[in-house]
T-cell receptor, first 113, second 114 residues
Framework: KQEVTQIPAALSVPEGENLVLNCSFTDSAIYNLQWFRQDPGKGLTSLLLIQSSQREQTSGRLNASLDKSSGRSTLYIAASQPGDSATYLCALISSGSARQLTFGSGTQLTVLP | ETGVTQSPTHLIKTRGQQVTLRCSSQSGHNTVSWYQQALGQGPQFIFQYYREEENGRGNFPPRFSGLQFPNYSSELNVNALELDDSALYLC?????????????FGPGTRLTVL
């Protein structure tokens, strides 16, 4: 059974700092991996999707990497802003799993002005 | 292009009652998945529908059931509500033949069971 872990559970940084969020998974047979953002009490916004054959994806100040062999993904946020404050969730689709997403518990990020 | 929509936004029920939650898929999508998110946790997969049939189910009892309609909208029904059913229910749509199978989420329905 696939398990996804996100560390740390919470992170507080000053504005302007670069930061890395971590995601680890137990089964390397994955189809793709998505990073989401969730604001309090709201739905999920897809940030980046990495296919299993890819190593990284970039969108603006965000960069996500994938290392299947070590069972890890990272989300790098450059020059953080207070508007980046949210919970960031890592989720993946395992191969042959009816395309269901398995989520980590998220990292709650606070960027201080 | 219309995104994923869900109704209602909030709902309060009492233990033992039944509830129906609704979801409209993003335009062009043919697959709908439902997730339950308890406070402070990541979403948990309930089930997925493709071509109006259940196409995978998570570890949820049969009192959680669903439907997908020809226009790809969907319903989640929960019978005999329990206190632990209180959660944010999220609907996600995707296009199954899309290479990346990226899933797009609606805003969710907050269910409170008293």
């Amino acid at each position: 059974k696939q398990e996804v872990t996100q560390i740390p559970a919470a992170l507080s940084v000053p504005e302007g700092e670069n930061l890395v969020l971590n995601c680890s998974f137990t089964d390397s047979a994955i189809y793709n991996l998505q990073w989401f953002r969730q604001d309090p009490g709201k739905g999920l916004t897809s940030l980046l999707l990495i296919q299993s054959s890819q190593r990284e994806q970039t969108s603006g100040r965000l960069n996500a990497s994938l290392d299947k062999s070590s069972g890890r993904s990272t989300l790098y946020i450059a020059a953080s802003q207070p508007g980046d404050s949210a919970t960031y969730l890592c989720a993946l689709i395992s191969s042959g799993s009816a395309r269901q997403l398995t989520f980590g518990s998220g990292t709650q990020l606070t960027v201080l002005p | 292009e219309t995104g994923v929509t869900q109704s209602p936004t909030h709902l309060i029920k009492t233990r033992g009652q039944q509830v129906t939650l609704r979801c409209s898929s993003q335009s062009g999508h043919n697959t709908v998945s439902w997730y339950q998110q308890a406070l402070g946790q990541g979403p948990q997969f309930i089930f997925q529908y493709y071509r109006e049939e259940e196409n995978g189910r998570g570890n949820f009892p049969p009192r959680f059931s669903g439907l997908q309609f020809p226009n790809y909208s969907s319903e989640l029904n929960v019978n005999a509500l329990e206190l632990d059913d209180s959660a944010l229910y999220l609907c996600a749509s995707s296009f199954v033949r899309q290479q990346y199978n990226e899933q797009f989420f609606g805003p969710g329905t907050r269910l409170t069971v008293l």
